[in-house]
T-cell receptor, first 118, second 116 residues
Framework: AQKVTQAQTEISVVEKEDVTLDCVYE???????LFWYKQPPSGELVFLIR????DEQNEISGRYSWNFQKSTSSFNFTITASQVVDSAVYFC???????????????WGAGTKLIIKP | GAVVSQHPSRVICKSGTSVKIECRSL??????MFWYRQFPKQSLMLMAT?????????EQGVEKDKFLINHASLTLSTLTVTSAHPEDSSFYIC????????????FGEGSWLTVV
């Protein structure tokens, strides 16, 4: 069965600290996609990254970086030099590859609330 | 870029009334849209898959007669909460993808529903 686990319910750090949000997934498929979304207090979902299962290269985008480890089924997200504006709930999600004419679905983790204190 | 728009962003309605939430894909066609519900401090829960020109597919435990979904065109899906009750108060969000694979998924801004 597919499952996404974000074990950290809430993380609180002081501004400028680095912080890593964990995401562990379960899937039987060999082809799948992993996502991270940010949800600020206003509610909208902000897309951060999509990674397919065949691309294990780590990715860096500014202060954001992602560590994809298939061996441990993890797709962790690190924010370096955190800022107050990074405060939000972050969701990790999994999408299994479907047949071309099938519907796609996202399986969501529970989310991690990140609080950055000034 | 592709955008999915939801309307209204916030709505307050009286208990017993019905309220409609619209989800539009602004510059792409979407044969499939998804409706999610999010309770406070919880993750998103998939309610139903909206299919253009056919009936929506509801997730287990979601009342199809209460949450009516209509996907009348390739750019518009609507969710109607019928005979709303305070427990229906929640954040509702839709998503759509311009490609069949769903590799690129766009979310609407979400709609806050408060039933008083």
């Amino acid at each position: 069965a597919q499952k996404v686990t974000q074990a950290q319910t809430e993380i609180s750090v002081v501004e400028k600290e680095d912080v890593t949000l964990d995401c562990v997934y379960e899937t039987r498929d060999t082809t799948y996609y992993l996502f991270w979304y940010k949800q600020p207090p206003s509610g909208e979902l902000v897309f951060l990254i999509r990674r397919n299962s065949f691309d294990e290269q780590n990715e860096i985008s500014g202060r954001y970086s992602w560590n994809f480890q298939k061996s441990t089924s993890s797709f962790n997200f690190t924010i370096t030099a955190s800022q107050v504006v990074d405060s939000a709930v972050y969701f990790c999600a999994l999408s299994e590859a479907q047949a071309v004419d099938s519907n796609y679905q996202l399986i969501w983790g529970a989310g991690t609330k990140l609080i950055i204190k000034p | 870029g592709a955008v999915v728009s939801q309307h209204p962003s916030r709505v307050i309605c009286k208990s017993g009334t019905s309220v409609k939430i619209e989800c539009r894909s602004l510059d792409f066609q979407a044969t499939t849209m998804f409706w999610y519900r999010q309770f406070p401090k919880q993750s998103l829960m998939l309610m139903a898959t909206s299919n253009e020109g056919s009936k929506a597919t509801y997730e287990q435990g979601v009342e199809k007669d209460k949450f009516l979904i209509n996907h009348a065109s390739l750019t518009l899906s609507t969710l109607t909460v019928t005979s709303a009750h305070p427990e229906d108060s929640s954040f509702y969000i839709c998503s759509a993808s311009p490609d069949i694979s769903g590799n690129t998924i766009y979310f609407g801004e979400g709609s806050w529903l408060t039933v008083v």
